[in-house]
């Protein structure tokens, strides 16, 4: 019986494989990937083994005439790229694209190969199995059922994984209770009860993830829990799940802005400032739930910023979203003004704080100073609405421990090095900007900081600096 698919869901999955259509190589068998300057990668890619495999997974979804073949041929040549090669740390995962070279004998993970392709193909890989078994050859499904052993036996033997890497741990646990429940191995599923146990007891501590307050890994959180609710072997085990599943969108739901179309910050991972310019996962699960037209997500017809993560709206259909009665309308309407204030007690946010105002609002973060601001993590964060439309925001880049708390409409800040903020306001330039204050498009910033040093740089975006700042005070007024 196919997988039964809500408007909202069935809208996202159509726009996505559109985008996808256009980027199939029939020889390959492959997706191309979209070029993206913003996130280039340095080793060779051209074609998306990982990614296709969520395209195979949308095709059987959309079933329209050539697209059973089409799935069959791509997971087909999905299988062809991963790697069989017992006693070697890559052993079970697969080549990230083939044009990457084979691993040498000292293979270093993450530069040589990532092992997380064991998990995100996988997880697709028995759903496929799981919905779809009498439309893939009989052949195929052999193929197949091998490529999951391969892929569990690849990351037992590597031993490298913690349940604080949340994304694939909660991918992990369901994976090898399901593998073992299918294929009458109690050792992986006794492995994958012990995973989901471990999870479910850190998670408790706090109630958050240690990847807090993602808008990019919230995506595959949701899609591991509703994995894990939709295929768990017993029922307790799927109550794990959708317990998680509800707490982590209440979570959502305090922290996200509907009428700035943004998740407020701290940030422990993150691929972009603005979900409604970069293609953000936990925007296409919102999408879902309350549809695109209320969705935090670039308008897929235009320029999209991270843009090959529009390949796993797949995914995500395919398990569902579950989104609490509670929770749903802070989806679609700003609530009013308030704070958030919660202990996550993981590395490297140990506290959470957040002000959500009418026009703008503030994250900021304790942390362990074990990662440095910049990349993906940003424990200082701040969006407001521009006069002209759209978002402008501001985020810190930092060294050294941070220990900032956003209140009413400012955040402190202290910092073991420089200070330095990035800034997006369209318009603004040098000199707009001072020691003390920073006039900018629709909101105006008085800043005291210790210390006397201070520049601005232009660019795409406004550096800011604060060099041996050590303590800084920003207050903000929207206008």
Do not use: K
Request: with cysteine; proline share 8%; glycine share 8%.
């Amino acid at each position: 019986m196919p997988i039964a698919l809500s408007d909202h869901a069935r809208d996202l999955t159509a726009a996505s494989m559109t985008w996808m259509d256009a980027r199939w190589d029939e020889p390959a068998g492959l997706l191309v990937y979209a070029h993206d300057p913003a996130h280039a990668v340095t080793r060779p890619v051209r074609h998306a083994v990982r990614d296709t495999v969520w395209y195979a997974l949308g095709l059987l979804l959309r079933d329209a005439p050539g697209d059973r073949d089409r799935a069959c041929r791509a997971v087909s040549a999905i299988l062809d790229w991963q790697f069989d090669e017992p006693g070697r740390p890559y052993h079970g995962t697969f080549y990230r694209a083939p044009e990457e070279p084979h691993p040498p004998a000292d293979a270093v993970r993450w530069e040589h190969y990532d092992p997380n392709w064991r998990q995100f193909i996988g997880t697709a890989l028995a759903i496929l199995l799981e919905e779809y078994p009498a439309v893939l050859p009989p052949e195929l499904v052999r193929r197949v059922d091998r490529a999951v052993r391969l892929a569990i036996e690849g990351e037992a033997g590597e031993g490298r994984l913690t349940e604080r890497y949340t994304n694939i741990a909660l991918m992990r646990a369901p994976f090898e209770m399901w593998a073992g429940a299918r294929y009458a191995e109690p050792e992986w599923r006794a492995r994958g009860e012990a995973w989901a146990e471990t999870i479910h007891r850190r998670f408790l501590q706090h109630g958050a993830f240690d990847e807090y307050n993602s808008p990019t890994y919230y995506g595959p959180d949701l899609f591991a829990l509703g994995f894990w609710r939709r295929y768990a072997p017993a029922a307790r085990l799927a109550r794990l799940a959708v317990e998680m599943e509800a707490a982590l969108w209440r979570d959502v739901a305090r922290l996200y802005h509907a009428g700035l179309r943004n998740l407020c910050g701290p940030y422990a991972r993150s691929y972009g400032m603005d979900m409604t310019r970069y293609v953000a996962i936990l925007g296409q699960a919102i999408w879902i739930a309350v549809g695109r037209a209320a969705a935090p997500h670039p308008d897929p017809a235009g320029p999209l910023e991270h843009p090959n993560d529009f390949m796993y709206p797949p995914a995500l259909a395919a398990v569902g979203v579950r989104v609490p009665d509670d929770a749903l309308p802070a989806l679609t309407a700003f609530p009013g003004a308030h704070t958030v204030d919660c202990l996550v007690g993981s590395t490297p946010i140990h506290r959470a704080t957040a002000w959500l105002g009418e026009a703008c609002m503030i994250g900021a973060a304790e942390t362990s100073g074990d990662r440095s601001a910049g990349r993906q993590y940003h424990p200082v964060t701040m969006h407001w609405r521009l006069p002209a439309g759209g978002v402008g925001w501001m985020r810190l880049i930092a060294g050294g421990a941070v220990r900032a708390r956003a209140a009413e409409a400012e955040v402190r800040i202290a910092l073991t090095g420089d200070a330095a903020f990035e800034l997006h306001a369209p318009g603004a330039t040098a000199a707009d900007v001072d020691r003390g204050a920073w006039r900018l498009p629709g909101l105006d910033v008085r800043v005291e900081a210790r210390g006397e040093g201070f520049s601005a740089a232009d660019g795409d975006t406004l550096i800011l600096r604060y060099p041996a700042a050590g303590t800084l005070r920003l207050s903000v007024a929207a206008r």
